[in-house]
């Protein structure tokens, strides 16, 4: 991302796909975009990513918001104190970074289930669920 190109320059999907792939920098597993434009108007997308430990999801939300600072800044954050569920609330997307089992249990990909879905990662295709 161009650092003299102003925020409302950027795409929601562009700073989603930013903020994926910086997940992916610390390790992120399982990492997904889900684009919910025509399903709510709450946000545009969610990202979504997996992390093993609280350690792995703390470095996971640090490294997120300390890159994408020049673009945005995070309205809320929730979760930080426990570090199983870190919401990061950007308005136009929101980052989802989880510990595993809680992942499985409030299974976002699966509430969401009619929104096209892209896999960030290794193998990087639209996935429609």
């Known amino acids: 991302m161009d650092k003299d190109r102003s925020f409302e320059n950027y795409s929601s999907y562009e700073l989603a796909k930013k903020a994926a792939e910086i997940a992916l920098t610390k390790k992120a597993r399982n990492i997904l975009i ?42 809320h954050i929730e979760g930080y104190q426990n570090l199983s569920w870190v919401l990061m609330d950007y308005v136009d997307f929101v980052v989802h970074v989880f510990r595993e089992e809680k992942r499985r249990y409030y299974n976002l990909e699966k509430l969401w289930g009619d929104a096209p879905v892209e ?11």
């Open 34 to 75: 889900l684009d919910l434009r025509k399903l709510t108007t709450v946000t545009d997308y969610f990202v979504i990513c997996s992390g093993d430990m609280d350690l792995h999801v703390k470095a996971i939300v640090d490294e997120i918001e300390k890159k994408l600072e020049p673009y945005a800044r995070p309205w």
């Open 119 to 129: 896999t960030v990662g290794e193998d990087e295709e639209e996935v429609i669920v």
